[in-house]
């Protein structure tokens, strides 16, 4: 079976790699010779998710998952949510949206936080979602030099460390994407099981 994982993260490629089972090849982007931006344009995480697989199918007819993720604060009404990866402006730049976060955050005692991801995956004609939740805080000052994104600032419930500061591997075990990658990859376990 292959699957194209929509995505231009490597990061987010090299997480789900270590989760997904050998039998099952993942392509890129790139190995389907996709080299354009793929639409981002809904107001939820779930609609973005859907977006990116059913426009792989319906532009290069490839079944596909892709996964959307939002840092959700308490303290900021769910904020910046669908947003994040534009937190700080267009650019996109982790440092800013963890800068601007933390500034939001300077004056608030609540600063529970959760990563939600959502993994849409289209195959045999149908679309359907996975969601991972990771509950945790968000830290006063940045901490580690692993991972991506918020990682320096996120801690997760029951640890001391950021998401930056963890191997991946635990990351992957506690984490949002690995929890939501976790339900896909059991899915495609049934779906193998009765095709072979
Ligand atoms: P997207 O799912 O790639 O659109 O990610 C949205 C935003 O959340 C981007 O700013 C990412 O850097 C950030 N993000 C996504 N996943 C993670 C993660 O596992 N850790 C930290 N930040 C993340």
């Not at 990682?151 to 191997?167: H, Q, R, S, V, Y």
Request: aromatic share 8%.
């Amino acid at each position: 079976m292959q699957l194209v994982f929509a995505t231009n993260n490597l990061n987010k490629v090299k997480e789900v790699q270590e989760l997904i089972p050998l039998n099952i090849k993942v392509l890129s982007l790139k190995d389907i010779g996709c080299f354009e931006e793929i639409p981002e344009t809904q107001d939820t995480i779930e609609g973005n998710a859907i977006q990116k697989v059913e426009f792989i199918k319906k532009h290069y007819d490839y079944d596909c998952f892709a996964d959307d993720t939002g840092l959700e604060v308490e303290a900021l009404n769910g904020a910046p949510g669908v947003y994040s990866a534009r937190y700080a402006g267009e650019l996109r730049d982790a440092n800013n949206n963890m800068n601007k976060l933390l500034t939001e955050l300077a004056n608030h005692n609540n600063r529970n936080a959760q990563f939600k991801t959502v993994v849409a995956l289209h195959i045999n004609n149908t679309t359907q979602t996975f969601t991972g939740i990771c509950q945790g805080e968000i830290t006063k000052t940045k901490h580690g030099e692993n991972g991506f994104g918020y990682d320096p600032i996120f801690k997760p419930n029951g640890f001391d460390e950021t998401f930056a500061e963890m191997d991946l591997k635990i990351k992957n075990s506690i984490g949002h994407r690995g929890k939501a990658i976790a339900k896909l990859v059991n899915l495609l376990k049934t779906i193998e099981q009765k095709f072979s």
